[in-house]
């Protein structure tokens, strides 16, 4: 089953980047996402217009040049191998300037931003501060790397996290939705999904992700085999289960932004499957997680 919701690897390519999701080829109001591959000594310059972004290494070192109405701002990024092997410091971008990524030795990188109304300040967030989570028991088990999760590192609507879910396992379970505004309960928040996975003995890896329609015209529906470079987007819908194979880790880069007021990760799960979550005491976190933790300052 196809849909347009599923953006197979190089199917949302544009340009530099082998990645290019925006608000005008979503057809949403907020979220991005760009993917950046560099070659060893390349760069790249792009203008933030609207929206805030954060530089995230996916593999590699990069320095990333902010130059805005306060100066210039340069901001080295260590990164990291790959995303299976550590957490990675990152740096913020605010709207209204232009930025340079360069990588001496090559890599790639996740530009994450949404449109925004605040100009905040360029800023570099270390990989020590970044909290590490274990979230879920059992088959459900997964880390999440909170790097800017809402309460975490301060975006004026920018939301992102990253989920590794180990062979085997369930994540984005029970599945919830973030689709209507109800005050302290749920927000609207578009969201972007971006896989990578874990080969084994050469063998690339692969999962499954599910979108099913909430509705009252949010109809949403997506059942998609997913591999390296994908890209699911929800702009609503119950959104679960992200499904791992056995053998081959899943990560996924989730980038959420939306028009309410208040920035904030506010879920409903789904009544059929809410009670799963009740079973998680029992039952001891996947003994293979944490697969890292932050490195100390």
Known sequence: MTSPYHLPAGKAADGPYTVHVSPETAGWGHSHLRVLDLSAGGSHTFDTRDSEWIVLPLAGACTVTVDDDSGAHTFDLAGRTGVFDAVSDFAYVPRDARATVSSAAGGRFALTGARCTRRLPARYGPASEVPVELRGTGSCSRQVNNFAAADVFECDRLIAVEVITPGGNWSSFPPHKHDEHRAGEESVLEEIYYFEFAAHDGVPGLGYQRVSPSGQGRNTDVLAE?????????????????????GHHMYYLNVMAGPDPERAWLISDHPDHAWIRGTWPARPVDARLPLYTAPSS
Do not use: C, K, Y
């Open 226 to 246: 997913v591999r390296d470079g994908d890209v699911v987007l929800v702009p609503d819908g119950w959104h679960g289960p992200s499904m791992a194979v056995p």
